[in-house]
């Protein structure tokens, strides 16, 4: 009898045992997986702040990799005072943040974009103009600060979980063919029937096209300084955003093959490419702004009321009937026809519209998806 009690009260400890070895290893897995994410988090961070750095540069494009820290604010060569620059917690490593993330565990986070992960690939990748592409990647890491004075993995900073992601972020150039608000690969193939409006305002041409490629029909309005005049750039999408078809979809924000798959409404000062044609109608219509890429037809139907301020490169045929109304300028290396009725179909030129695309579109983006390099810890 005394030995079964024994043994019962035996097994009993060892499953008591087992059940809390099980839940302690089951708190530090979670523990851990909870470390790796904050890494995670922290060197996507590092990419997101040095992709700032890049995009806030008053040197366009970006040739030296050299962020700054003056706390002060206060220039060292006369006491006029000058801007805090605070774009490093330490400079000479490259862009680095330090944050806490739990006090009770001393748990802080840190992200390092390091000068020696920061370079110029423009040449590799084709490009003539140094600073277009550039590689970055950032080191994420969660550690255990028991001295300030160390940095992580050295001392009694434990390093608890570690990520490294790598991007590369490239210029997005905005060059038309011409200042005008519509510009036509071939005068032949152009069709603006009457209540069709083509404007370039008192700054840019109504209608350009390449000299020699015969004569536009337009029985609506074209004015402009001048109405109409010889296009003097290429119109391949490569020539216009200096980015291969690929680079550009790599870069993005909204990529579909349907408009039907598009978002509605559509985000304001977006860049959008349709990889095939697009009809936009009553259920799907065009009315954001920014840079609208489509690589096949895009057909504006009579119940889409068009309303867009930006950029649009159409790699195919242009239809657009009316109530439209397109500010900024378009593009088209096919045939194009401005239909007429009881409304109008316009298309204005506005530079104001397509420098603040530049500035927020035709600076640095990211070119490819951030990946993780190697495994992490």
């Not at 890494?39 to 806030?56: D, M, P, R, Y």
């Not at 060292?76 to 943040?97: C, F, L, M, Q």
Request: some cysteine; proline content about 6%; charged content about 15%.
């Amino acid at each position: 009898m005394v030995v079964v009690i024994f043994a019962t009260t035996l097994m009993l400890l060892l499953l008591m045992t087992a059940l809390v070895l099980t839940r302690m290893s089951g708190r530090a897995v979670a523990r851990q997986l909870a470390y790796q994410g904050q890494a995670h988090n922290a060197a996507a961070a590092g990419l997101t702040e040095a992709l700032s750095w890049f995009v806030h540069q008053r040197k366009q494009p970006v040739t030296a990799f050299d962020p700054k820290l003056d706390p002060n604010g206060v220039c060292p060569h006369t006491p006029k005072h000058v801007p805090t620059v605070n774009e490093s917690d330490d400079p000479a490593i490259g862009i680095v943040r330090d944050y806490e993330i739990m006090a009770s565990g001393r748990v802080r986070g840190r992200y390092e974009v390091r000068r020696s992960a920061v370079a110029d690939v423009s040449t590799r990748r084709g490009k003539t103009q140094a600073g277009t592409i550039w590689s970055i990647e950032s080191l994420g890491i969660v550690y255990v600060r028991n001295n300030t004075t160390d940095a992580p993995g050295t001392g009694n900073n434990t390093i608890l979980a570690r990520r490294t992601m790598r991007t590369e972020i490239q210029r997005l150039g905005i060059q038309l063919p011409a200042n005008a608000a519509l510009n036509v690969s071939q005068g032949r193939n152009v069709n603006i029937q009457k209540q069709g409006r083509v404007q370039g305002g008192s700054s840019g041409i109504g209608l350009a096209f390449p000299s020699s490629t015969g004569t536009p029909t337009i029985k609506g309005t074209v004015t402009g300084s001048p109405p109409q005049n010889p296009s003097t750039n290429p119109f391949p999408l490569k020539d216009v955003f200096a980015v291969s078809q690929q680079e550009l979809i790599a870069m993005a924000d909204l990529v579909v093959a349907d408009e039907r798959d598009l978002p509605d409404p559509l985000p304001n000062m977006a860049l959008i490419v349709i990889t095939g044609s697009a009809q936009f109608n009553g259920q799907r219509k065009l009315n954001g702004s920014g840079i609208l890429v489509v690589l096949g037809n895009l057909n504006l139907n009579a119940q889409s009321d068009p309303f867009f301020n930006g950029l649009i490169w159409v790699g195919g045929n242009l239809i657009v009937n009316p109530p439209a109304n397109i500010n900024g300028s378009v593009i088209v290396n096919g045939n194009v026809q401005l239909t007429g009725g009881n409304e109008v179909s316009e298309i204005d030129y506005d530079p104001t519209i397509l420098d603040q695309i530049r500035q927020q579109k035709g600076n640095y983006l990211a070119s490819r998806s951030p990946w993780v390099v190697g495994g992490g810890s």
